[in-house]
């Protein structure tokens, strides 16, 4: 791990997105609620939170982090006929939490693979990037294949 202790705390935050694209069937579920195991979305963000909070646990060299914020937002994409997920973490601390948005993301659209994969195997997990991270040493970044998407 790389050491920390003389890094000032500072507010940090950073924004993953990710996307699956899935089949019309899949899609009605997700949107209809009618997925057999439950709220797809709901479920992914639970899930995409609980991994954000364990990233360390997961990532070997990542600092365990008290995450003041994570959230997770989906926007249903009727033309692709895909899921974007968007976790955004936030902490007070010695380190960046890119490493934590990015994990929430994945997780968050492995989930929605996991609830849906009875409807279609052939779903595509794709494009899960840092969007935006702000706060630290290294100050801003807006990732530059994706300034249109940043708010």
């Not at 705390?9 to 609620?33: C, E, F, H, K, M």
């Not at 601390?93 to 994969?117: I, N, P």
């Amino acid at each position: 791990m790389v050491d920390v202790t003389e890094k000032r705390i500072t507010d940090r935050v950073a924004t993953a997105v990710g996307r699956i694209l899935v089949g019309q069937q899949t899609y009605d579920a997700i949107r209809g609620g009618t997925a057999q195991k439950g709220d797809v979305l709901g479920v992914a963000r639970v899930a995409g939170i609980m991994a954000a909070k364990r990233t360390h646990e997961l990532i070997p060299m990542c600092h365990p982090l008290p995450l003041g914020k994570c959230t997770l937002d989906f926007a249903m994409l009727p033309e692709e006929l895909a899921v974007e997920v968007r976790c955004t973490v936030r902490v007070a601390g010695q380190t960046g939490v890119e490493m934590e948005a990015l994990t929430g993301a994945t997780v968050a659209l492995l989930t929605v693979y996991d609830m849906c994969k009875a409807i279609d195997k052939g779903m595509e997990i794709q494009s899960v990037y840092l969007l935006r991270k702000s706060g630290g040493k290294s100050g801003d970044f807006v990732n530059p294949k994706h300034k249109e998407a940043a708010p």
